[in-house]
């Protein structure tokens, strides 16, 4: 019998042992550095735009590590040719963290509260479409953006970074490269061609990010790529757009802007 309970004791050990969770702290535009890039469809009389536009996003942490939150200011040129598009952008972003909902207990890391962080980064996207009735079946884009991190949290991330602490997974990366492909669908009110709303889907990765986990805890299993989801409307020149997705957190993020 005494056997049996320590055999018990054993197995309850192990399993609360295997259920403990690293914190993760992410550069802070994970998942959000990729973004829809409005463009004009074929049935545009001005082929080529500007868009402009600002965002708030936000970011939960793995492992319900900790929160942050941000805003954006988004410039882009959008341009069409026949069966072929294009577009170019960049960004800038600043926000805070915060540990507020976590319910890590003696886990939770209070030096990680109200860091703050800013910086900015590029876009692009280069893809072919093919249109059927008043809709344009985007079938393939390449997507791409490049992002530079400052402030306190970078500073936070890189200390706990080296630390080699088995309960933390940090990473020290503050550039980051996320790079994917997407698909798209587009389409335009019959009887209002500037009325237009979109569904796009994308899956790519961020370069050695990783990587870069792994090192400041090489016994955490890390793997995941990116994922984004953006619903698209544009009511004569105004739009907006909703993603959401993750990239090890879960990010999401609405823009409200202007083309012209």
Known sequence: MK?????????IILTLQSCKTPSYFL??????????LPKPMEVDSVKSKTYLSGSIAGLT??????NLDMGFLNVSRGQT??????????????????????NRGERQIAEFDNKNFYGGGLRTSLGFYDISGNAEFRLLSWENSLSF????????????????????????????YTTG????????????PVNQ????????????????????????????KAIDVAFFVKLN???????????????GKLSLGYAF
Request: net charge positive.
């Open 3 to 11: 056997r049996l309970q320590t055999l018990c004791t054993v197995a």
């Open 27 to 36: 550069p802070a535009v994970t998942g959000n550095d990729i973004s829809y």
């Open 61 to 66: 942490l793995p492992y319900n590590s900790g």
């Open 81 to 102: 040719f026949k069966h072929l598009n294009f577009a170019y952008g960049a960004y800038g972003f600043a926000g805070r963290t915060s540990d507020t909902h976590t």
């Open 149 to 176: 991190e400052n402030g306190s949290y970078a500073s936070f991330r890189k200390k706990y970074s080296t630390m080699n602490n088995p309960d933390v997974v940090s990473a020290s990366k503050t550039v980051m």
């Open 181 to 192: 492909a997407a698909t798209e669908i587009i389409w335009h009110s019959k009887h209002r």
């Open 197 to 224: 709303f979109a569904f796009r889907i994308f899956y790519g990765f961020t370069a050695d990010l990783n990587s870069n986990l792994r090192q400041s805890n090489p016994t955490e299993e890390i793997n995941g």
């Open 237 to 251: 020149k105004f739009y907006g757009i909703l993603n959401a997705g993750g990239n090890k957190g879960t990010s």
